[in-house]
């Protein structure tokens, strides 16, 4: 059974930095590809970063290209997402997702969801 666990959420000031964890276990780290999502209150739930397990190769929403990135190690069946130079509009549920498809910012093409950990960036 796929499950995915998110951990390492908080409360942080505008201009700091969190790394979040998704630890997947239920299947191998090698030819699925992970998402970071992100929901704030009110609003639809967004596509963070998008990682490609089978070739290594990432791609992420414009909201937060140069300050966030993801990484990811097999020995752990863990992938991280480093976010740096936090905002508050950063401030959101994040989540991770599996997919056996191609990366997407659909939310409908992930099958496996994490239970989502709170980040809230404020002074």
């Known amino acids: 059974q796929v499950q995915l666990v998110e951990s390492g959420g908080g409360l942080v000031q505008p201009g700091g930095s969190l790394r979040l964890s998704c630890v997947a276990s239920?299947?191998?780290?090698?030819?699925?590809?992970i998402a970071w999502f992100r929901q704030a209150p009110g609003k639809e739930r967004e596509g963070v970063s998008f990682l490609s397990l089978s070739d290594g190769k990432t791609s992420y929403g414009d909201s937060v290209k140069g300050r966030f990135t993801v990484s990811r190690d097999n020995g752990k069946n863990t992938i991280y997402l480093q976010m740096n130079m936090l905002k508050p509009e950063d401030t959101a549920v994040y989540y991770c997702?599996?997919?056996?498809?191609?990366?997407?910012?659909?939310?409908?093409?992930?099958?496996?969801w994490g239970q989502g950990t709170q980040v809230t960036v404020s002074s």
């Open positions: 997702a599996a997919s056996l498809g191609v990366p997407s910012s659909h939310r409908e093409r992930y099958t496996w």
């Open positions: 239920g299947f191998t780290l090698d030819t699925y590809v």
